[in-house]
Each structure stands twice: as structure tokens, then as C-alpha cells.
């Protein structure tokens, strides 16, 4: 009888302690359901792989090994849950403290710069050693850099475990705590202790910044060394359009480019196998390091390192078993890295072009080798990656399997040729001479990619929710890991891609009936994002150098492509439109400003021919604007803006200050939103939630917590 499918133990291993992770997530988040389903799951393929074995001479082997998979299945819940107890009993509600610790990352933000700080320790209300790393936004100019021992005091925010409803996973796998503001002047460089790895660092960004030109040294910057922050927001945001921004995370793409050639360079000098092994490992994860041991360079370079290692010791090489040793690693070392973007595509990728990669080639067979080959890697790269990019980023771009089919194979070459050259450059201070070549084709690159207009190729504002199981299923049994006949194999294709289909637009149609909001809260914004039959965005409060950063996230997830209505109420600190308008217009473009400001004739002109493509209006407390679904009613004196639905009702405060006492009417409503004065503002109206934009012990509140999502209808 032929096997459905051969059995590889290690990959069997490596699902079931991703299995166990899932289900412990799913425990702590609270959605029981989902867990018990997991378990459910794990528990019926594990019966099922007896089963089939009951008669055969394999069964105690199998019954051995199906112990195994129920152990290894519980470490990795056990192994999930201990490390987020740990990091939620890390809290240390908000104490003031002296800190002194080694900034072991430094990245450039609006305001000034956001350093990552370990080796803390602490002189205060709490004295020693912080195991966890703390986030520091350091508002102004300070000359403290990578690698530097500083001091400062400040009060310490413990990141919220929940974020955006899920476990907050990202902090947790980089092991940041907490958070911490603080003024530059406020900052003492106690002494400069760069380690080796960033000694490195700042020895490349040095080298990069005196070869490459102003607008090519952070591309260079972020291609070698995965720090993207310097880029220009505009250029970085067209990478992303058509498909390549993958270039900037230094991870599996720059970890075999380094070690192929290193390889390559090694093999000329006919080095003892093991010995050139050893070496290439060592280099890859001294790169890590320079990299700033980012979780996806670790996990690359140890998925390359057991790729190699499987090279050179086995007779049969199997890519699926070594790619699941490298997932067993990295589980057992990082386990919140299964719930991390970086994690899933990185894992999805390979494993896509493992299974897919050759059946997709072969209905390319009419062109050359080389070519159907590059095109079945490639399409298959994407085609696993769709689902993981529309539940993370809520779009993905059609253009990059023929971005990435043109691109890569010249980032490759670019990427080897512009790390030699920076390294030669710096040794012998002739970065200017070294990088000339490299400048240019940087110069190339950027205007090929700024020169197009690729968000015309994205397509998002829709997921495949649960519908990506039987999407995967179908990958799956296409791909040929298991031995049914061809004909079962394209009919059950076809039912599951029509399940999928079916699935997925029913998901996204009930979804997009109902009318649903983003509270976004930050330094300098408050704002609420409303998708419903028209999109509109409520401003409750602006600075000029604030970050959009959750205002785009929040239109990318709805799919949003242009505001209807934009509201400005009234303001205890008054908005400036015109710098509003022009920063929010970088996100989406705007049809309609309603503004319930007293504003002169001039600064309405001033609006209007700055704006040409959008229509401004002056309302008064009381006016109503919308649509059929959802209408919106200026109340509070013009300081709050109504939503109503058929449903419900909910309530947005901008900034009111001591003028508030005026305004209560003790109405219901199904949400309130405020900020500035929120506790009166709670005790006036009556709601089933309250929230407030920006960090609160006591409420709910939208930083904190990620762009809270709600539902009005």
C-alpha cells in the first residue's frame, strides 16, 4: 500500500510545539473556544497517525512517538505561559526612578530619538537590576548614542501585555518592559562602552554616511544593517508599494546572500568542509550582532546554520526536516516569535518554495530552466505570504512577484558589492572612493522605485479570517507532500480554494456592514477613524510634528483610500487645519473638513486654495452631517461630535479644558471617548464604555492598548 505521506518525525515535532504555543495564546487572551479547537485538532491527528498504523509493524514506534508529540506539545504551552507570567510579573506601577543603563539600540523619531535600554539598573523607590530592557523617547537633541552608559530619571510605564485585543508579543520577544520619557538635557553620558558588535555598527553607519550621498546613505544603512528608521518616510512607504521593503529586515535574503558568498569565497581556498562551516556560522551570527541581534537575524542565521549543517552530514538531504529543526530552535529559545510577523513569513517563505516551488515551475516548462525556476520560487514566495500579509498589514501588493523576480537578483549583487565596499572604505578611510560606484546605483534604485506610482498594484482593506485553513489545506495538498492521485488532489483543490473564496467574501461582506471605529492615542494625537457607509476621521487633538504612524495603520486595516468627512471640533488648544490637512493628506486624501472653529474669511480662503480638491464648511452645535448608516451631530458647544447609528450612539470629546461643566446632559450611549477632563465627562454621560486615548491606570485607553478597535452596529 502507498504511504499518504512520508513520515518526518522532526517536522511532526515542530508543529506540535507551534500547536501548543497556539493554544496557550488562545488560553490567555481568553478565547477558550479557539483553544479547546487547537487541542481538538492536535489530538485527532495524533489518534489518526495511529490509526493508520494499528496493523503495521511501525505501531510501537508510532505509539513512541505520538507520546512524544503530546510532551512536546504541552512544553510548548508550558514554555509560552512561564514567559509570559514573567514578563506580566515584571510590573512596577509607574515608580519614579534614577536609571542607569547601556543604550543597546538607537533608532530616530519626530521628536528626537527612542533608545533601547538594558543592564538597567535602578536608584529609587526601587534599588537593582532589571532583568527586562526599557523603550526611552527622549524628547530634543542629546549626544548619547549606541553603546553609551547614561543616566537619567524618569517614571517607568509598564507595557500593557494587550494590544489591539491580542498579547502584545513584539516587546515580550525583544524583551522591552517598559517605557520611559524623558528630556535630552535631562540625559548624563556616564561613559561610551560600545560593545564589539556595535562598535561595528556605528563603524559601517560611519563609512555609509561619509561615501554614500544624504538621500542614499540611509537606504544603504538600512539594506546592511536592517535599521530602516533613518530612511525618508515617502521613500520607505513606495519600497513597501511595490513589494521589496522586505530588503530592509535583515533576515533570511541577507543571511544567505552573506554566507553564499562567503561560501564561495571560502571554497576557493579549499577549506576543510567543517572547517568552512564553522567559520561561515561564526560570521553570520557576528553579524547578527552588529545587527543588533534583531529576532529575524538570529532566526535566519540559525535556519542557515542548520541548512548548511544538514548539507554536510547528510547523504539525503531533506529541506523540510532542517527547516523544522531550525523551528523547534527558535520555539524553544523565543516562543512568542510564532506570533511575530517576521517569524510567519519568514518560515511561510521557505516552506512555500519547498513545497510550491518546483510544481509551480513545471507549468513553466516551455521556458528555460533558469527561468521557470526563478518564476516558481518567486510565485511561490508570494502565494504563502498573501494571507499572513493581509491579517498583519491589511494590504499586499500584486506587483511584487514581478518586482521581486527583477529586483532581488541585482539586490543581491548591490548588497555584497556595498558591504565589501563599506568595510574596505572604513579600514582605509577611502569610504568616498570605495562607495562611489555603489552611490550611484543607490541613486538608480531609489529613482526606479520613487519614479512609479506602485500603489495603484495593492490590494487590502479585506482579510481571509479563519478561511486561510482551508487557503493553506489547498497549498498544501498541491504541492505534493502527499501521495494522492493526481485528479483527488485538483478536485479537492478546487472545493477548498471555492470554500475559501466563498469564506472570505462572506467574512468581509457581515464585516463590512457594520460600522466600526479606530481610537488612536499618542503624544501628539488623539483622533478616531470611523468606517462605515462613508469613512470619516474625528481630530480630537494635533501637534504638528506628532506621527501618523497609527492613523496609517488604522486606514490601512480598513482599507481606506480617502476620508469623506474630516471633523476638527472645537478646541481648548486650537487645531491648525491647514498643517492637519497637509500631514493627513500623506495617509489618505480628504473630500470634506467640517471645522467648528471661529475662523476668519481670510484663513477660509487661505484653506480653500490650499486645498482645492476639498470642500470646507463652518458648523455650529447642533449641525448634522452622513450618511444613511451612520450620521454625525456637532453637540458640547462644538467641543464633542456625535455618532449615531441605527443601533447606537457613541460620543468623541476633543480637548475641553475647565469649560466642560456645561455640557453634561446625562445621555446613554454605547461608547464616550475623551481624553482632557474624561472622569467628569464619564460622570455626566452615561455609556457602556468608556475610553481615553492616552495612557490611564484607571480606564481603558487607546495607547496603550493599540488602536482600540469597537463596533457601533
Known sequence: MKKIMNFRPITFCAASIIFGIVAANFFATKVYYAAYIVIAVAFLCIVSFLLLTVKSKTFKRNLIFSIIFALVFSLGAVLYTVNLKDYENADLSSPTVSVTGRITEERPTENGKRFTVGNAILDGIYKGNLYYKICVYVNGDTEAELGDIINFKTTLYDKNIIYEGEINVYPIAENIKYDAYVSGENIEIVKSSPSVFERVNLFMRDSLKEGLGDNEYPVGYALLCGNSDYMDSELLTDYRNAGVAHIFAVSGLHINFLATALGFMLSKLRMEKYGKFSLIVLVLFFYSGVCGFSSSSIRAAIMSSVFMFSDIIGKRYDNLTSLSIAAIIITLIFPMQVFCVGFQLSFAVVLGILLLGRPISALFKFLPAKISLSLG???????????????????????????????????????????????????????????????????????????????????????????????????????????????????????????????????????????????????????????????????????????????????????????????????????????????????????????????????????????????????????????????????????????????????????????????????????IIANDCAERIFNAYQSDNYLVYRRNNIYYDAETRGNYLYSLS
Open 377 to 671: 520560487t518567486v510565485f511561490a514566495a508570494q502565494i504563502v505570504g498573501i494571507p499572513i500579509c493581509l491579517a498583519s498589514f491589511g494590504e499586499f501588493s500584486v506587483i511584487a512577484i514581478i518586482a521581486n523576480l527583477i529586483f532581488i537578483p541585482f539586490v543581491a549583487f548591490l548588497y555584497i558589492f556595498t558591504f565589501v565596499a563599506t568595510i574596505l572604505g572604513g579600514l582605509l578611510n577611502i569610504p568616498t572612493i570605495t562607495l562611489f560606484l555603489p552611490n550611484y546605483l543607490f541613486v538608480a534604485v531609489n529613482f526606479i522605485i520613487s519614479v512609479f506610482d506602485y500603489s495603484l498594484f495593492i490590494i487590502g482593506g479585506f482579510t481571509l479570517g479563519v478561511f486561510c485553513i482551508p487557503y493553506y489545506a489547498s497549498v498544501i495538498l498541491y504541492s505534493g507532500l502527499f501521495n494522492f492521485k493526481r485528479v483527488v488532489k485538483i478536485c479537492a483543490v478546487c472545493i477548498l480554494a471555492v470554500i475559501c473564496a466563498a469564506g472570505c467574501f462572506t467574512v468581509n461582506y457581515i464585516d463590512g456592514k457594520h460600522v466600526k471605529l479606530y481610537a488612536i492615542g499618542s503624544s501628539g494625537i488623539c483622533a478616531t477613524v470611523i468606517r462605515g457607509d462613508s469613512d470619516a476621521l474625528i481630530l480630537s487633538e494635533f501637534e504638528k510634528d506628532c506621527s501618523l504612524a497609527r492613523v496609517d495603520r488604522a486606514v490601512t486595516a480598513f482599507g481606506i483610500k480617502y476620508f469623506d468627512y474630516v471633523f476638527i471640533p472645537g478646541n481648548e488648544n486650537k487645531i491648525d487645519s491647514q498643517i492637519a490637512l497637509t500631514r493627513l493628506r500623506q495617509v489618505a486624501e480628504v473630500r470634506k473638513v467640517y471645522l467648528c472653529e471661529n475662523l476668519s474669511e481670510s484663513e477660509i480662503t487661505v484653506l480653500e486654495k490650499s486645498f482645492p480638491e476639498t470642500e470646507f464648511y463652518i458648523c455650529s452645535s447642533g449641525d448634522r452631517v452622513g450618511g444613511e448608516v451612520v450620521a454625525y451631530t456637532f453637540t458640547a458647544e462644538g467641543y464633542a461630535v456625535e455618532i449615531k447609528t441605527e443601533n447606537t450612539k457613541g460620543l468623541i470629546f476633543s480637548r475641553v479644558g475647565e469649560t466642560f461643566d456645561s455640557y453634561g446632559k446625562g445621555e446613554g450611549y454605547g461608547l
